[in-house]
């Protein structure tokens, strides 16, 4: 494929802001197949406690400065577990953090287990910002189960699977999980960017 050299349309990378590696390494699978270049900046961006990922994305987003001739990219994602009211939600960090996977899973012990993972993916292009959004449904594990990903991995096993994500490889999780389809909302939503 001949591709159009790199201009304001065409960014030569995207930028990749995140403390996260694992992000990092999926957005990679994600990205770098199609040819994209994707630099990595482990920074901790101004991150507000919003009430939607859309909003924290925003905030993120805006705390960085574009570089020329690249695209700069966020993701904000958290756990909704239903029979929690959609707890963590945006508060998934926190939790992660303080509660850990087996606390975690004893709120939801003898609860619906049914839960949704959600993305929401910005860039930035000078002054413009667009958002793309991606979801999986699917049930929280009884334990924690396999050693790959990151985070709530473990014990998420989404809808027709019987594998946790963290029993399955970065290019598999992608093609079900609410960061894979994100990424290829942006993609469909950005053809001059990435054609
Ligand atoms: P950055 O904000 O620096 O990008 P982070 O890990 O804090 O990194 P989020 O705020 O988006 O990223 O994530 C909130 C929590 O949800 C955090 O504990 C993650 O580990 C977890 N998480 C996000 N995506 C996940 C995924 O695909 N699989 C498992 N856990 C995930």
Redesign the pocket.
């Known amino acids: 494929m001949v591709r159009a050299p790199p201009g304001p349309d065409r960014p030569g990378q995207v930028r990749v802001?995140?403390?996260?590696p694992?992000?990092v390494r999926?957005i990679r699978a994600l990205l770098e197949p199609r040819g994209i270049r994707v630099a990595w900046s482990r920074r901790?961006?101004v991150?507000i406690q919003g009430d939607s990922?859309e909003e924290?994305a925003r905030s993120?987003l805006n705390s960085v400065s574009p570089r020329p001739g690249e695209l700069s990219l966020?993701?904000?994602?958290?756990?909704f577990i239903h029979s929690l009211g959609g707890f963590p939600g945006v508060y998934?960090?926190y939790?992660?953090?303080t509660l850990g996977l087996a606390g975690v899973l004893r709120l939801v012990r003898g609860r619906d287990r049914s839960a949704t993972?959600r993305?929401v993916v910005g860039v930035r292009q000078g002054p413009e910002v667009l958002l793309a959004r991606g979801a999986v449904t699917g049930s929280l594990a009884r334990t924690a189960r396999g050693t790959l990903?990151?985070?709530?991995?473990p014990i998420?096993i989404p809808r027709g699977c019987s594998e946790s994500?963290a029993e399955m490889p970065a290019d598999v999780?992608n093609r079900y999980?609410?960061?894979g389809r994100a990424f290829r909302a942006l993609l469909r939503a950005l053809p001059a960017a990435f054609p």
């Not at 966020?74 to 756990?79: A, C, N, P, Q, R």
């Open positions: 802001y995140t403390t996260n694992g992000k999926e901790r961006l991150e990922l924290v993120k966020v993701e904000d994602s958290g756990l998934s960090a939790a992660y953090r993972f993305c990903g990151f985070g709530f991995d998420f994500f999780k999980s609410h960061r």
